[in-house]
């Protein structure tokens, strides 16, 4: 196991941010922490990256634990924050050397593996240029070639993509995937559903300090149950129908007009239903039936735990 | 310093964790000579971003130049000073350049503390408060060539102090303490700031006090309450000292004065900026 989390808990004064975290990281598996903002998600990688000390618990990164044995850790991983590390009135090349410099490689290798990743990250040709000039997406890539400077096993990223343009994004997304293609374990935080839902092997939500879910996007979505149902009311009906169905379950108010909520996919279930909304009035003008997305599940085990 | 990217990897016990990735050989990360190196990588970035920040030379260089020439040509005819103007005024414009040199550090070290480049560091293999040390030394390069061109332009205006090659270089090794000094005090300011501009805020005091020494004009010529303040704050027996020393005079108590008051806030900065950026840093 590349990062072994166990128990960890963490505050701030009075206020506890992580309250006993388990989470377990794999070489070759990309592991996205989803959460709202305000989950604890930046914590629980500034621990993990040696940066904040757990006030509970333990975290191993390759086998060394980051209390007592930070240097190793950080040899081992490396880290790409939520706002890019870069030097504007450097070149890009010189950004990556001085990196390389500072994993201790030597001179000659530094400079190889620069050229090596610029290469890598299609900024060959910008390589000599000042950072300063370099685009959202370009300097986000060179954050990245510097995180991987020194080879690292374990790469922690810290929303690598807010505020990228689409283009920029699914370039990024691409390269994590092949890091872990080629052995990395890849632990990124993220508050994008369809970023998790593309990117990651297996899903952790964060809610609260704790995680509420641990699995791959399909067992998440599974939880959930099989099948939502969303209906479509006429303006005045909508009210009664909200008030009616509120009793029956996770309810959401998702469009001007539409209701979703869960069902066990039977004809039954239907049928009662609708029979309930009859009774009342307030027949719904359209039905229909989909799987859950991942944003139903994150809906569903957030809110849950809010009414505990 | 570049051949020992072979050293043992840090056990044995790295590989079993990660089977998919061939065990890739680790450098060493601790000891003297990756310390050295570290800071050495760090120097040559500040000095790198010093030389590239255009704003910064021009605060270093051409604002204390142009004081000079003020001085000198404007307010020094009106200045009695027994002696040549240009004689009197040349130690304190280099103090003057010196401080303002020295405070470009505070800004510069709140921008890393308080951007993506602190955390970067801290998560690397490496002693993050190299980065002061990058900083500190880029400073002093950075004042070494600007009182360089002080001094020179000084020359071409006519300064001819009676030092010999002793007097000299006693001379630059008092500026080098003041300048040293400032600079890890500046650190320090840069280290607690909260922000670039709160940083460049802070530093304001080391630039104003110069105007109240002997820099510019006699302190005794000075109104009766400002004398006191003027005679015995710091940077007074730095100029005196320096100004004695380019005449080829002896410095007399000046110059322990100006040791002490320098390797004092020396001391007193560089303690400051560690145990600061020690706080700053802890998590």
Redesign the interface.
Known sequence: ??VQIRGLSRSFGDRTVLNGVDLDAE??RVLALLGPNGAGKTTLI?IV?????PHGGTVRV??HEVVTDP??V??????T???????D??TGR?NVV??G?????????ARGRATELLERFSLGAAADR?VRTFSGGMRRRLDLA?SLV??P?VLVLDEPTTGLDPVSRDELWDVVGELAA????VLLSTQYLPEADRLADRIAVLHEGRIVADGTADELKSRVGGTRLRMTFDGPGLDRAQELLRDLGPLRDIGRRELDLASDGSAAHLHRLLAELDAAGTLPERVSAHRPGLDDVFRTLTTANDRS | MSAYPTAPASGPSAAPSRPTVPATVRPRHTGTRAALSDAATLIGRSVRLTRRDVEMVVLALVLPLMMMLLFVYVFGGAIETGGAYLDYVVPGIVLLCAGFGAASTAPAVAHDMTGGMIDRLRSMPIRPSALLVGHVTASVARNAVATAVVVVVALLMGFRPAAGPLGWLAAAAVVLGYVLALSWLAAALGTVARSVQGANGATFVMLFLPYLSSAFVPVQTMPAFLVPFARYQPVTPVIETVRALLAGLPAGPALWSALAWEAGLLLASFALAAALFRRRTRG
């Open positions: 196991m590349s070489p070759s500034r990256a040696t940066l904040l000390r390759a086998g240097v190793a950080r040899g081992e991983l490396s880290l924050g939520q706002f890019t590390a870069l030097d009135e450097q010189e001085m990196t410099r500072l994993m201790h490689l030597g001179r000659r290798a000042r510097m020194g080879s096993s080629d052995g990395t374990t």
